[in-house]
């Protein structure tokens, strides 16, 4: 599996130097891993003709870091990958005082790595250096084994021959947003100012969706572009800065650049510099447009830039009380009126809807000491029935009958549910019990105060009474 995938690479053996291990830490699973690693190498180093280098390789695994995360170990092995080609550094193995007995790395090109060092690249024949190279093991409980090769994205001159000017665009949800996503920008920019003016306007342009709420600038510069977010961010007016709001997407599906500059009667190219004026006025109202055809030819690089903000709103259902109270099959808490406005609020839901209105139920009715709850509108072809089928049969779902439940004890105690336990399942519901007969049967519990008793049951074709779930301590 490793020389495959290194023969798939088109990579000699010596151009990875780093082995992101599977690792578990075991007596036996390691050293079994390590003597694969040096028989993939020994294959691959006799298949190139070469010979192999000693201690040429680091070999380390972040479950040292973070311990075992199954099936999330292959990508967390990723991700540390990313990050060390990104800060070019190797990450030692923490706890690693003494190697394990079965491990043996003489005469093989490994070494473990026992701190945290710089990460060396591989030079060529003419002393230049090649992007680093690493591979990464994966290895799962059912037998399915993976390993990955991952190169070093080059790097590039930031001198290039079309540095200015360019068109810097900006686009969110909100005005709000917006402001974030360009605070956000100054502030890379100002802590990060390694990349060609060119490669962000390309990546703002190519890599990013296009939002309502949008600003455009013609900018010849780092400085002035940082000049003119400044501005924009403290509310004054910055030459070739404009911003848009889209309440309707207008313009065509899709335009290239020649179609805009058409339309707007301009001349599309003039060498390698284009009219940023007509874009930016016809992407600021509404058009889009493939950005690629104003590239084509001298296309940029991609560039990290900071991606779209979380809006941080809050869609949790609010918290409650929760104090330890006795263990209970349906305890109720009594909603204020305070709770149910904020709520309201926060939710966007109408809060007495949830206590009152419940399609699938009918009104309880009093019998003695219980409360009958009719399921008046449950019928055998509903949505319910059709869109949930087992082994090709309709069945109401668990979930429903839940809710069912939730709602009907809510109606007749005139209370909100806090927890539910005890479920004891006896058949499932089929169409033909909506057919016979369905009510649900709400009962005090003696044993635990401000607590209730449910059950679901169904009529059989003599009429007879049988439960389907009971919800009891």
Partial sequence: MICDAMQRANLSPERVNYIEAHGTGTSLGDPIEINGLKKAYRQL???????????????GTVKTNIGHLEAAAGIAGLSKVILALKNKRLHGNIHLQEQNPYIDLAESPFYLVTESQEWPAIKDQEGDELPRCAGISSFGFGGANAHVVLEEWPTHSVETPYQEP?????????????QQVSNEL????????????SDIAYTLQCGRKHRPHRLAVIVSGLDELKQALGQYLSGQNMPHLATSQLLDKGGDTSLDARTVFKKKGSIPLEGNKCDLNTLQDAWLGGEDIVWSEIWRGREPHRTPLP??????KRYWVRKTDTSPTQETSVTNKTATTEHAITEKQECGVQTEDLLQHQPLIGVPQENGRNHLV?????????????????????????????????AAAEKALGESVRSITGLVWYIPVMPNHVKNGLRLSVTPDEKVDGSVRLSLESFDIKGQLRYIVKVSP
């Avoid at 360019?166 to 947003?177: K, V």
């Avoid at 100054?186 to 003016?197: D, G, I, Q, S, Y």
């Avoid at 991606?307 to 941080?312: K, N």
């Fill in 45 to 59: 180093y006799q298949a190139s003709g070469k010979e192999a280098q000693p201690e040429h390789c680091a070999i």
């Fill in 166 to 178: 360019n068109l810097i665009l900006l686009s969110a949800n909100t005005e709000q947003q917006l």
């Fill in 186 to 197: 100054l502030e890379h920019l100002e802590n990060n100012a390694t990349a060609p003016l």
């Fill in 307 to 312: 991606g779209y903000p979380f809006s941080l």
């Fill in 374 to 406: 009719p399921l008046q509108t449950l019928v055998h072809d509903g949505y319910y029935f059709d869109q949930h089928k087992v082994a090709g049969m309709p069945v109401l779902p668990a979930a429903v009958i839940i809710e069912i439940m939730r």
